[in-house]
């Protein structure tokens, strides 16, 4: 499966909001063979950064 918009998928929105309710990212709901596993997590990992990314901006 090719994903042209991952941003747009559900599964990467789940991953995001997931991170904003401080849940783990072994939380992740779908199998790890499939490409939901993989939108969740990068979806998750996203939030991830853009948070690390922001706070290293309020140090600055």
Do not use: C
């Not at 499966?1 to 939380?27: C, L, N, Q, W, Y």
């Amino acid at each position: 499966m090719h994903v042209d918009k991952p941003k747009d998928e559900p599964s990467f929105i789940e991953g995001r909001e997931s991170f904003e309710a401080d849940r783990e990212i072994t939380d992740n709901p779908y199998p790890e063979t499939s490409i939901d596993f993989e939108l969740w997590r990068n979806g998750w990992l996203a939030a991830s950064f853009e948070l690390l990314e922001r706070q290293r901006q309020e140090k600055n």
